[in-house]
């Protein structure tokens, strides 16, 4: 039965490793076998841990003859976990090539609170080739296991004394092996990297052993994971991040300290679309004319990698949690600052627009606990045309730019973009022809492109657009169209920032700033220019 197990693990790997092999490319074919070594560690836990039931049930029907065995029973305990552990196999698949780490905690929230979304996230990835592999898998697994595993006990009667003696020594065997062995410390990730190559770590890594460790953690563990600093030094570093005063001597870009502004938040805007930050060209065209007429900021790059981290970090300078998203708490996540409570506060009207379901991540309640007084998503959408994500960007925007038309001065109104987001559907044809994932969402960014440039257009024509400023800033990065970076690669992080409009003093038209800059930095920024404390950002 134990043995078994690692077979199963090991095809699995043979599967990760052929699924994922454009990012074996180079790598020496005894360096990949390597994840085979030193993965077996990690198997071997796993399997102890899945054969603990069946060998106390083998020590007490040897104990006890009389007790009856039931063989179907078992077959269908290991054809469970066989199909189990197929499907957390190939949804891992999808869940790898966007995050960049193996199935975890967060995937499972992301599936149990949010399943429409999950299910449109999942629907870029090649459905067909996932379910063969996960059939497959199923099949190997059934027939591996009728050769592997006897379900029929052959028992030698011993004494009791023997019996024991056995007992504690199979139990020990199988102790040690969830351990991982002798050594001082229990088995953990780090036991199974061995490479430079993040590829071959995450191979070698068993995935269920990972998603139990993970979800295990999530429940139980309140202390920081990435605690590498002494108190005294790492508040030291903390303090420079701070402005000493509140107020800073700066350059005031403003026409008026008092603009109406409209923040918009780009689904996956990375800087790979934007021709200006070395992207692919005819992509954003639209954005290449605003960066023209407006402010921008190009070494600028996000906090995250997903939107609800982008959310908190843009409006309320909050930087991302590694292991978690502090938007899912709400006892924590009220109590912090941001943009649209501050504005609120020196007399501004505040709104936001999603065209998605806002319950998704606690985006709603983020929102409605953060000064924003109106919130529009997709059910203020009935009859518009939407994917399968939400409405269409051109429909929002269209929603934003009349209802601007009754709001009083200043506003401040957030609009969060969707279109260009797995599956990347289109209410039209794409600009992009072919069926890959990178032209769909080159199609999609193109698409969000075009629906910016009709909003500002239309935004021109109004009454109040001479006393507005827009910021026009991305989520976060996207491993898309390039497909190259890996998710610890700054590049992939990269994000265009653009001040536009006519609130912004005509020398600053077309002037481009080269500092480095993070999403946690634009709230200090603009309560900055209107003369706003900004201490708590």
Known sequence: FFLFWIAFFFLERVVFLAFFSEKLRGTPLSETLMTF???????????????????????FIWCFPSAKFNGLLARWYIKFLIILFSAIAVINFNIYREWGSKINSRALDLFFS??????????SSPLLLTLVIALILIAVGFLLSRYFIFYHFRFVDLTVWKKAFLFILALSANFLAIRGGLGASPINQSMAYFSNKPILNHAAINTEWNLVQDLLNQNFTNSNPY?????????????ELYPPEIKIKTVEILKTDRPNIVLILL??????????????????????????????????????????????????????QATRSIIKFNDKQEKLPSIAGSLRE???????????QSEFFNIKSYVLSH??????????????????????DDE?????????DTKQHPFFSTILTLSNHEPFELPGKPHFPGESVAEKFKSTAYYTDASLAAYLNTARSKSWYKNTLFIIVADHGHRLPKGVYENYDPRRFRIPLLFFGDALKPEFEGKVINK????????????NQLGIPHDEF
Do not use: C
């Not at 000064?371 to 939407?386: C, M, V, Y």
């Open 37 to 59: 070594v030193y993965g077996l560690r990690m198997d071997a836990s796993m399997a102890g841990y899945i054969s603990l039931i069946p060998l106390l049930t083998f020590f």
């Open 516 to 527: 480095i800059g993070n999403q946690t930095d634009i709230a200090a920024t603009l309560l």
């Open 114 to 123: 949010s399943f429409t979304e999950a299910l449109a996230s999942s629907a």
């Open 346 to 356: 020196n007399g501004y009207q505040t709104s936001f627009y999603y065209g998605g």
């Open 227 to 239: 605690k590498y600093y002494a108190d005294t030094e790492a508040e030291a570093v903390l303090k």
């Open 396 to 404: 929002v925007f269209k929603r934003n730019v009349s209802d601007l």
């Open 267 to 320: 689904e996956s805007f990375t800087a790979d679309v934007v021709e200006s930050l070395g992207g692919e060209k005819d992509v954003a065209p639209n954005m290449e004319k605003l960066i023209k007429e407006g402010l921008f900021f190009d070494h600028i790059y996000a906090s995250g990698d997903r939107t609800d981290k982008g959310i908190v970090a843009i409006l309320s300078a909050f930087p991302t």
């Open 371 to 392: 000064g924003f007084e109106k919130l529009i998503d997709q059910e203020n959408f009935k009859s518009a045309n939407r994917s399968a994500w939400g409405v269409f």
